[in-house]
């Protein structure tokens, strides 16, 4: 059984998706059904995480069979310190995701399956070792935010859901095509990563209208762009700031919490294991990519007067930041990295969360009025109706800023400490950014949860039982691994530098 | 007897207890019964229960200090690696003690905290920060003194928070929380460059601190964000503006959340780390600031119209007077500057929180009233060191070490006057209130205990706190000289720059002491609060930095709307679409083109490969019999000329 967990953790969705859509009556069975297909999947995956062992870079809980074998396709699954914590984060959302859609009136069943089906796929994507796989999954992974947007999202919910489909499919069409490129550009073909790793292609070209292109470098640049496209990275992000606009608050959660995190991780896999020649002389690039998400995502961040375009742009800067780490090519740099798609994602999962209940209470996402923003709607004194939810947006900003003892902080600092060997003037940079983002976060508190209650929001409850069973402990995770980050660092690290090492 | 390897968990968790006691107070305190106050004290108890063992444990040990650390991210030892860990030391005990003092002083005022809209707020935000100055102080890296740090700030902000339900209290706290979390950052980025080279950065281990490569690039940026950052939580100009805004928290509550306890916590980190960052060269072009902002923030000060304005203004003064006096005299004068500080300041603010226009002149006030201003003054004693309090000897050895450049001494001395001016024109405008408002004896006296822990004698061990060479007035052991390994020994000073120095600054005291009494009847006669006009406008509103940094915010957001604006609605909602709506189009009109034009083609010539059989077909059924006949005549001819050939 326990060779077998990770199938076991993709699969329960998939089933749980399909035996929830069609059991009969009672109508609630379904619900129960989703949520035991998604906790069950979640347990195997943290049952997973839990019996790895530390200090070894090598790949675990390996499942192997032939798939495809005439295209050399294969079924291999595997886990190790760089995604055991991917496997953690869309274990933990998830069933919080499930349990916040309990009471929908509408398309339950379909919100549900939808859901399971994108925790199949994240889980798939995340542990795959067959590039071909790895992309299957990962394809497969817009068409349920596709749905989700398109059915439950806001008013221009089509439009929104049509673009990021077409930013989806693009950018898959794009990794598709680097794929490819470097299957065919090895002897014999395959798509599996252990065989590929370390730059098996690097001194290889092709030849397109007379000239020649190197495999490595086309590769690289094609898998980057795909992904550009599919983590919000500036300026080709366009599509996720109407996501955020017109999707529910789940999705959301969903796409900044849990997808964004595994596309990053997708980058690092994909760069770190097979462009290591590439990686060296593209690292500045990186990180001034990086920088510029932080940098211009503060600033587009400061002029937000509404919620959810306010958290697209948190969540931009957010990626900014992990992108610095990556870019910095050190073991502080990447190990924080993948710490802070971790915690990232709990934080901005749980913060997008408290802010579609606050949405959905008051009725509206404008925080502050004026400036041709729907006229004199805004919040207020949040705080003295529900003063749980104020202490734990509270804690979800401390950790989005990086204060000590969050778990926000972690990651940046090894961040710092990474990104300052390689370009310390981008680190002053996001230094700046990070400043900023203090400024804009703290001010949007004030007006939502300080002040004058507003008498728009006299009925505003506090969180209720079950709001406090979704999201306190995503709260007391972010805590939690801020003050003891130990287990999880010494089960990424020895990953980290094994990959560092066939760069450097 | 509990040693000292014994402690660290003890310590820690006397710590975690008061701030579990100050959640539990924020969360549930209107619930409880006198809004946990009795909560709130257990944790005074319990802290002061753990700190009294760590100082058996040290006099057991000689006073020696000691040390534990451990890896929280990276392996201790390791470059790069965070460690935290706890350091038991005097000073660390000392200062430990003091903010439990305060908080003490602070619980005591009972009434003044009950007058709150929230009261549990108020003892949450002691509680928080009181665990936060002690955190800091036995904290053996920086990473921990920073949750300190953080711990303070949170602190300060729950305080202005008993009355957050007013637009501008919340304005007004959000500010401070910007203001001091940008700080925080600040400092925790300039750390992470230092601890780039650095394994550790452990205060008791100073090898921890030495680099092979020596000093790079990277580690002069480290050490000036890190200053950076100190600076900007010790709120002196251009940080001022905070300050000088009114708020309706009584002066006490305010002074200490939000200037006293972050300054302590923050001391921490400078005293601690202030012999690195003076190896790197950055400490004394940060001395010279501090300086500069002594200036600025008595000129504001100075104008202000509102009492607890200018007790702000005169708050960053002291802390930045203090920072100077680190730079330029060491750890140990400034210490003894320290210490007047917290304790000095608390006592005026305690006073001057009983004292009040909205009290009355009631016989029964009278002599608590009386008793409030003698306190007062007695407080500004303690903070500017008159004689017998500890921060004179302080003053007089900064200013003899500093003797042989007379330009330098003399812009130290006018400094120091500067500040004791401002100090004194408030004690003298408290000594001028008459009326009190209604608070027991207890909070009317316990500023006592501070102004007796400010004595002279207690941290110096001599009568004048070292005012006289040579110290013939020593009766004790100095406690500073215990703290900082045999610093602050007058012997060491030539006599004549001791004098010189003694002089000026007693000469400062007297001269401020006047000035600060003729400028506090001068406010007081004007019977309206004065309409400022010009200059004095311009200063008193903190030379209106924030409204300069409010307008560079502002710019920000235009950018940043214009930004979104461009890419977002324009290119992804406007551009795009429409390109790519016309491209697909246009393509598609294209191919629709070619396709016509390839269908029509190849109907034409189907047409015409049709035609001409067809038309030859037809001629056969036109019923015309010669056509017959030239067909019948012909196929013969072609079958006979093809059996020929063959």
Same mark, same amino acid.
């Given at each position: 059984?326990?060779?077998?967990?990770?199938?076991?953790?993709?699969?329960?969705?998939?089933?749980?998706?399909?035996?929830?859509?069609?059991?009969?009556?009672?109508?609630?069975?379904?619900?129960?059904?989703?949520?035991?297909?998604?906790?069950?999947?979640?347990?195997?995956?943290?049952?997973?995480?839990?019996?790895?062992?530390?200090?070894?870079?090598?790949?675990?809980?390996?499942?192997?069979?032939?798939?495809?074998?005439?295209?050399?396709?294969?079924?291999?699954?595997?886990?190790?310190?760089?995604?055991?914590?991917?496997?953690?984060?869309?274990?933990?959302?998830?069933?919080?995701?499930?349990?916040?859609?309990?009471?929908?009136?509408?398309?339950?069943?379909?919100?549900?399956?939808?859901?399971?089906?994108?925790?199949?796929?994240?889980?798939?994507?995340?542990?795959?070792?067959?590039?071909?796989?790895?992309?299957?999954?990962?394809?497969?992974?817009?068409?349920?935010?596709?749905?989700?947007?398109?059915?439950?999202?806001?008013?221009?919910?089509?439009?929104?859901?049509?673009?990021?489909?077409?930013?989806?499919?693009?950018?898959?069409?794009?990794?598709?095509?680097?794929?490819?490129?470097?299957?065919?550009?090895?002897?014999?073909?395959?798509?599996?990563?252990?065989?590929?790793?370390?730059?098996?292609?690097?001194?290889?070209?092709?030849?397109?209208?007379?000239?020649?292109?190197?495999?490595?470098?086309?590769?690289?640049?094609?898998?980057?762009?795909?992904?550009?496209?599919?983590?919000?990275?500036?300026?080709?992000?366009?599509?996720?700031?109407?996501?955020?606009?017109?999707?529910?608050?789940?999705?959301?959660?969903?796409?900044?919490?849990?997808?964004?995190?595994?596309?990053?991780?997708?980058?690092?896999?994909?760069?770190?294991?097979?462009?290591?020649?590439?990686?060296?002389?593209?690292?500045?690039?990186?990180?001034?990519?990086?920088?510029?998400?932080?940098?211009?995502?503060?600033?587009?961040?400061?002029?937000?007067?509404?919620?959810?375009?306010?958290?697209?742009?948190?969540?931009?800067?957010?990626?900014?930041?992990?992108?610095?780490?990556?870019?910095?090519?050190?073991? @502080?740099?990447?190990?924080?990295?993948? !710490?802070?798609?971790?915690?990232?994602?709990?934080? /901005? =999962? *749980?913060? #997008?969360? &408290? $802010?579609?209940?606050?949405?959905?209470?008051?009725?509206?996402?404008?925080?502050?009025?004026?400036?041709?923003?729907?006229?004199?709607?805004?919040?207020?004194?949040?705080?003295?109706?529900?003063?749980?939810?104020?202490?734990?947006?509270?804690?979800?900003?401390?950790?989005?800023?990086?204060?000590?003892?969050?778990?926000?902080?972690?990651?940046? @600092?090894?961040?710092?400490?990474?990104? !300052?060997?390689?370009?310390?003037?981008?680190?002053? /940079? =996001? *230094?700046? #950014?990070? &400043? $900023?983002?203090?400024?804009?976060?703290?001010?949007?508190?004030?007006?939502?949860?300080?002040?004058?209650?507003?008498?728009?929001?006299?009925?505003?409850?506090?969180?209720?039982?079950?709001?406090?069973?979704?999201?306190?402990?995503?709260?007391?995770?972010?805590?939690?691994?801020?003050?003891?980050?130990?287990?999880?660092?010494?089960?990424?690290?020895?990953?980290?530098?094994?990959?560092?090492?066939?760069?450097? | 007897?509990?040693?000292?390897?014994?402690?660290?968990?003890?310590?820690?968790?006397?710590?975690?207890?008061?701030?579990?006691?100050?959640?539990?107070?924020?969360?549930?305190?209107?619930?409880?019964?006198?809004?946990?106050?009795?909560?709130?004290?257990?944790?005074?108890?319990?802290?002061?229960?753990?700190?009294?063992?760590?100082?058996?444990?040290?006099?057991?040990?000689?006073?020696?200090?000691?040390?534990?650390?451990?890896?929280?991210?990276?392996?201790?030892?390791?470059?790069?690696?965070?460690?935290?860990?706890?350091?038991?030391?005097?000073?660390?005990?000392?200062?430990?003690?003091?903010?439990?003092?305060?908080?003490?002083?602070?619980?005591?005022?009972?009434?003044?905290?009950?007058?709150?809209?929230?009261?549990?707020?108020?003892?949450?935000?002691?509680?928080?920060?009181?665990?936060?100055?002690?955190?800091?102080?036995?904290?053996?890296?920086?990473?921990?003194?920073?949750?300190?740090?953080?711990?303070?700030?949170?602190?300060?902000?729950?305080?202005?928070?008993?009355?957050?339900?007013?637009?501008?209290?919340?304005?007004?706290?959000?500010?401070?929380?910007?203001?001091?979390?940008?700080?925080?950052?600040?400092?925790?980025?300039?750390?992470?460059?230092?601890?780039?080279?650095?394994?550790?950065?452990?205060?008791?281990?100073?090898?921890?601190?030495?680099?092979?490569?020596?000093?790079?690039?990277?580690?002069?940026?480290?050490?000036?964000?890190?200053?950076?950052?100190?600076?900007?939580?010790?709120?002196?100009?251009?940080?001022?503006?905070?300050?000088?805004?009114?708020?309706?928290?009584?002066?006490?509550?305010?002074?200490?959340?939000?200037?006293?306890?972050?300054?302590?916590?923050?001391?921490?980190?400078?005293?601690?780390?202030?012999?690195?960052?003076?190896?790197?060269?950055?400490?004394?072009?940060?001395?010279?600031?501090?300086?500069?902002?002594?200036?600025?923030?008595?000129?504001?000060?100075?104008?202000?119209?509102?009492?607890?304005?200018?007790?702000?203004?005169?708050?960053?003064?002291?802390?930045?007077?203090?920072?100077?006096?680190?730079?330029?005299?060491?750890?140990?004068?400034?210490?003894?500057?320290?210490?007047?500080?917290?304790?000095?300041?608390?006592?005026?603010?305690?006073?001057?929180?009983?004292?009040?226009?909205?009290?009355?002149?009631?016989?029964?006030?009278?002599?608590?009233?009386?008793?409030?201003?003698?306190?007062?003054?007695?407080?500004?004693?303690?903070?500017?060191?008159?004689?017998?309090?500890?921060?004179?000897?302080?003053?007089?050895?900064?200013?003899?070490?500093?003797?042989?450049?007379?330009?330098?001494?003399?812009?130290?001395?006018?400094?120091?006057?500067?500040?004791?001016?401002?100090?004194?024109?408030?004690?003298?405008?408290?000594?001028?209130?008459?009326?009190?408002?209604?608070?027991?004896?207890?909070?009317?006296?316990?500023?006592?205990?501070?102004?007796?822990?400010?004595?002279?004698?207690?941290?110096?061990?001599?009568?004048?706190?070292?005012?006289?060479?040579?110290?013939?007035?020593?009766?004790?052991?100095?406690?500073?000289?215990?703290?900082?390994?045999?610093?602050?020994?007058?012997?060491?000073?030539?006599?004549?720059?001791?004098?010189?120095?003694?002089?000026?600054?007693?000469?400062?005291?007297?001269?401020?002491?006047?000035?600060?009494?003729?400028?506090?009847?001068?406010?007081?006669?004007?019977?309206?609060?004065?309409?400022?006009?010009?200059?004095?406008?311009?200063?008193?509103?903190?030379?209106?930095?924030?409204?300069?940094?409010?307008?560079?915010?502002?710019?920000?957001?235009?950018?940043?709307?214009?930004?979104?604006?461009?890419?977002?609605?324009?290119?992804?909602?406007?551009?795009?679409?429409?390109?790519?709506?016309?491209?697909?189009?246009?393509?598609?009109?294209?191919?629709?083109?070619?396709?016509?034009?390839?269908?029509?083609?190849?109907?034409?010539?189907?047409?015409?490969?049709?035609?001409?059989?067809?038309?030859?077909?037809?001629?056969?059924?036109?019923?015309?019999?010669?056509?017959?006949?030239?067909?019948?005549?012909?196929?013969?001819?072609?079958?006979?000329?093809?059996?020929?050939?063959?």
């Amino acid at each position: 059984m326990s060779q077998h967990l990770i199938t076991l953790m993709i699969l329960l969705p998939f089933v749980g998706a399909i035996l929830q859509a069609f059991v009969p009556n009672p109508p609630g069975a379904g619900r129960w059904i989703a949520l035991a297909a998604s906790v069950l999947a979640s347990v195997c995956g943290v049952a997973l995480v839990a019996s790895l062992q530390g200090q070894t870079a090598d790949l675990q809980a390996i499942e192997s069979l032939p798939w495809i074998g005439s295209f050399a396709i294969s079924y291999e699954m595997g886990i190790d310190g760089l995604n055991a914590l991917l496997v953690l984060l869309v274990a933990i959302i998830f069933p919080v995701l499930v349990g916040y859609e309990w009471n929908q009136k509408l398309g339950r069943r379909g919100v549900h399956g939808l859901f399971l089906l994108l925790q199949c796929a994240l889980f798939g994507t995340v542990c795959a070792q067959d590039l071909f796989l790895q992309f299957f999954f990962w394809a497969f992974t817009s068409i349920p935010v596709y749905f989700l947007v398109a059915i439950w999202g806001g008013e221009e919910r089509e439009n929104a859901a049509f673009r990021s489909l077409v930013a989806a499919s693009i950018g898959n069409a794009l990794l598709f095509a680097a794929l490819i490129l470097i299957y065919y550009s090895v002897e014999p073909h395959t798509f599996a990563l252990k065989e590929l790793a370390g730059g098996r292609f690097s001194a290889r070209a092709f030849h397109l209208f007379g000239s020649e292109f190197p495999v490595s470098g086309v590769a690289f640049a094609l898998i980057g762009a795909g992904l550009a496209l599919r983590i919000p990275v500036w300026p080709v992000h366009g599509w996720f700031t109407q996501i955020a606009e017109e999707a529910p608050p789940s999705v959301l959660v969903a796409f900044a919490g849990a997808t964004v995190p595994v596309a990053i991780y997708v980058f690092i896999r994909l760069t770190y294991a097979l462009f290591p020649e590439i990686l060296s002389s593209a690292s500045g690039t990186i990180m001034a990519v990086g920088a510029m998400n932080l940098v211009i995502g503060g600033i587009c961040a400061v002029a937000q007067r509404s919620l959810r375009p306010l958290l697209a742009f948190v969540c931009l800067g957010q990626v900014g930041f992990m992108l610095l780490g990556i870019g910095s090519l050190s073991s @502080a740099g990447l190990v924080g990295a993948v !710490y802070q798609q971790f915690v990232v994602g709990l934080g /901005l =999962a *749980g913060f #997008a969360l &408290l $802010l579609g209940i606050v949405i959905d209470r008051v009725g509206h996402a404008d925080f502050m009025s004026g400036g041709g923003n729907k006229g004199e709607r805004s919040f207020g004194g949040v705080a003295v109706r529900a003063p749980t939810v104020a202490i734990v947006a509270g804690i979800f900003i401390a950790s989005l800023l990086g204060f000590p003892g969050s778990g926000g902080f972690v990651g940046n @600092a090894l961040v710092m400490i990474g990104s !300052y060997s390689a370009l310390p003037g981008l680190v002053l /940079l =996001a *230094g700046a #950014a990070v &400043l $900023l983002a203090a400024y804009y976060l703290f001010t949007m508190y004030r007006h939502v949860f300080l002040g004058k209650p507003r008498a728009e929001g006299a009925e505003f409850k506090d969180l209720s039982l079950r709001e406090r069973a979704l999201i306190l402990p995503l709260a007391a995770s972010l805590l939690a691994f801020g003050i003891y980050p130990k287990p999880l660092l010494e089960l990424v690290r020895p990953t980290v530098l094994t990959l560092l090492s066939t760069v450097k | 007897m509990i040693t000292l390897p014994e402690l660290p968990v003890l310590l820690v968790a006397g710590i975690a207890y008061f701030l579990l006691a100050g959640l539990i107070i924020l969360i549930w305190g209107r619930r409880l019964s006198r809004h946990g106050d009795w909560l709130a004290w257990s944790g005074v108890l319990v802290a002061l229960g753990v700190f009294a063992a760590l100082a058996g444990a040290l006099a057991e040990e000689g006073y020696r200090a000691w040390h534990l650390g451990r890896g929280w991210v990276g392996s201790p030892g390791e470059t790069g690696a965070i460690a935290v860990g706890v350091l038991e030391d005097p000073v660390g005990l000392a200062v430990a003690l003091i903010a439990l003092a305060l908080t003490a002083v602070a619980f005591s005022s009972r009434q003044l905290i009950l007058k709150e809209p929230r009261p549990e707020r108020i003892y949450a935000a002691l509680s928080f920060s009181t665990a936060g100055v002690a955190l800091s102080w036995i904290s053996l890296t920086p990473w921990l003194a920073f949750i300190g740090i953080g711990l303070t700030v949170l602190g300060g902000f729950f305080a202005l928070g008993a009355r957050w339900e007013e637009n501008g209290e919340a304005a007004l706290a959000t500010r401070f929380v910007i203001q001091r979390s940008g700080g925080l950052i600040l400092a925790v980025f300039g750390a992470c460059g230092l601890a780039l080279s650095r394994a550790g950065l452990s205060w008791g281990d100073p090898a921890s601190w030495s680099t092979d490569a020596g000093l790079v690039p990277v580690d002069l940026i480290g050490g000036i964000c890190l200053l950076a950052g100190l600076f900007v939580q010790l709120q002196p100009f251009p940080f001022l503006g905070w300050a000088l805004t009114p708020s309706g928290v009584p002066t006490l509550l305010r002074a200490l959340s939000t200037q006293i306890f972050p300054g302590l916590a923050t001391f921490a980190v400078l005293i601690r780390s202030g012999a690195e960052l003076e190896r790197m060269g950055l400490l004394v072009p940060f001395g010279w600031v501090q300086l500069l902002s002594v200036a600025f923030a008595v000129g504001a000060g100075l104008f202000q119209s509102q009492w607890r304005m200018g007790f702000g203004a005169w708050l960053s003064s002291a802390f930045s007077i203090t920072s100077a006096c680190l730079v330029f005299s060491g750890p140990a004068n400034a210490f003894s500057l320290l210490v007047g500080v917290a304790l000095g300041g608390t006592a005026v603010a305690g006073c001057a929180s009983s004292l009040g226009f909205g009290g009355s002149q009631s016989a029964s006030n009278r002599s608590r009233a009386l008793w409030a201003r003698i306190l007062g003054f007695a407080g500004m004693a303690t903070a500017t060191g008159l004689l017998l309090f500890a921060p004179a000897g302080g003053f007089i050895q900064w200013i003899s070490g500093a003797w042989n450049d007379p330009l330098v001494a003399a812009l130290f001395a006018l400094a120091i006057f500067a500040h004791l001016c401002l100090g004194w024109k408030l004690a003298w405008q408290l000594s001028f209130v008459k009326n009190l408002v209604q608070v027991p004896w207890v909070s009317v006296l316990s500023p006592v205990l501070l102004v007796l822990f400010g004595l002279a004698v207690a941290w110096r061990g001599s009568l004048t706190g070292g005012a006289i060479p040579g110290d013939p007035d020593r009766v004790a052991p100095s406690a500073i000289e215990l703290f900082f390994n045999g610093q602050s020994a007058t012997g060491i000073l030539e006599e004549s720059a001791f004098l010189g120095a003694s002089g000026t600054f007693w000469t400062s005291l007297v001269v401020a002491l006047a000035l600060g009494y003729w400028l506090a009847r001068k406010a007081r006669q004007r019977k309206e609060p004065q309409e400022l006009k010009g200059v004095a406008l311009f200063v008193a509103e903190g030379y209106r930095v924030d409204r300069g940094a409010e307008r560079g915010l502002k710019l920000i957001a235009r950018l940043g709307g214009q930004v979104v604006e461009a890419i977002d609605e324009r290119v992804w909602r406007e551009w795009l679409p429409r390109g790519a709506d016309f491209a697909i189009r246009r393509i598609a009109a294209l191919a629709m083109a070619i396709d016509t034009r390839l269908l029509s083609g190849l109907r034409l010539a189907l047409r015409k490969c049709v035609d001409a059989p067809a038309a030859g077909l037809q001629l056969i059924q036109n019923g015309n019999i010669q056509w017959y006949i030239f067909f019948a005549i012909g196929s013969g001819v072609l079958m006979l000329l093809h059996f020929m050939r063959s």
